[in-house]
């Protein structure tokens, strides 16, 4: 099991390594490596105390070395399990979130009462479509608003679809990333720079949506302190 774990993280740590796939598959067999790879990603997208493990670096490592010989890993038939994966990971972090609400903000504190729990509710009827999608593509963020969205009791049909549409584009997209850009010589050579690269740009659209927000808020506080200011 410590050979398990050891080979495991050299796999983790370096994803780029044919060698490492190649020597992590050679201990546990091609089933047990798609087994491994569907509870990483359940794992990062189902358990709000794993937002460290990796998951677009992971996806993207996934479709770049099903290109390289010697590793035949079915890329459609990985694709389909990852996707099932994040399904029920954000469904399993949704369900959390859910049950363990009403205990969390049972008793009112400065933090945690009701008044947060109702307008993170208004928030995820209003803007959760748009935060489950967007969620899956930013580091730590994709772990967690699945929890959130449990705990302010967002619309479970409406996060079910949004959830399978985001985990199929998440997959899909990474995947097929790393499957047309992983043999790019320059890509091959700089792998784990690469993957640096992917992780930095998870935070773009977070970023940009809250920039959006703040300038809508400041928007919005400026024409309040007009209407309530009298005319001179």
């Known amino acids: 099991m410590s050979e398990f774990f050891s080979k495991l993280f050299d796999l983790l740590t370096h994803l780029g390594s044919d060698e490492k796939w190649?020597?992590?598959?050679?201990?546990?067999?091609?089933?047990?490596?798609?087994?491994?790879?569907?509870?990483?990603?359940?794992?990062?997208?189902?358990?709000?105390?794993?937002?460290?493990?990796?998951?677009?670096?992971?996806?993207?490592?996934?479709?770049?070395?099903?290109?390289?010989?010697?590793?035949?890993?079915?890329?459609?038939?990985?694709?389909?399990?990852?996707?099932?994966?994040?399904?029920?990971?954000?469904?399993?972090?949704?369900?959390?979130?859910?049950?363990?609400?009403?205990?969390?903000?049972?008793?009112?504190?400065?933090?945690?009462?009701?008044?947060?729990?109702?307008?993170?509710?208004?928030?995820?009827?209003?803007?959760?479509?748009?935060?489950?999608?967007?969620a899956r593509f930013v580091v730590i963020i994709r772990t967690f608003a699945p929890f959130v969205a449990g705990i302010a009791k967002m619309n479970y049909p409406k996060f079910l679809f949004y959830s399978f549409l985001g985990a199929v584009i998440w997959v899909t997209v990474c995947c097929g990333a790393g499957y047309f850009l992983g043999s790019i010589p320059f890509v091959k050579r700089h792998f784990e720079l690469v993957l640096l690269f992917i992780i930095s740009l998870t935070v773009i659209p977070v970023t940009l949506e809250i920039m959006k927000s703040r300038r809508r808020n400041?928007?919005?506080?400026?024409?309040?302190?007009?209407?309530?200011?009298p005319d001179a």
Not at 66 to 87: C, D, F, K, Q, Y
Not at 218 to 229: G, P, R
């Open 22 to 134: 190649t020597a992590f598959l050679a201990m546990v067999g091609m089933p047990w490596l798609y087994g491994t790879l569907f509870l990483i990603i359940f794992a990062e997208t189902g358990l709000v105390i794993m937002p460290f493990l990796p998951g677009d670096s992971l996806l993207f490592a996934i479709g770049a070395i099903s290109t390289r010989e010697g590793i035949h890993i079915h890329l459609p038939m990985v694709m389909g399990l990852l996707i099932l994966a994040a399904l029920l990971g954000d469904n399993l972090n949704y369900w959390i979130g859910r049950r363990l609400g009403p205990a969390v903000f049972k008793s009112d504190t400065k933090w945690l009462n009701k008044k947060h729990l109702n307008r993170a509710h208004e928030f995820y009827e209003k803007h959760g479509p748009k935060m489950v999608m967007l």
């Open 218 to 229: 400041k928007f919005q506080t400026q024409m309040a302190s007009a209407a309530i200011t």
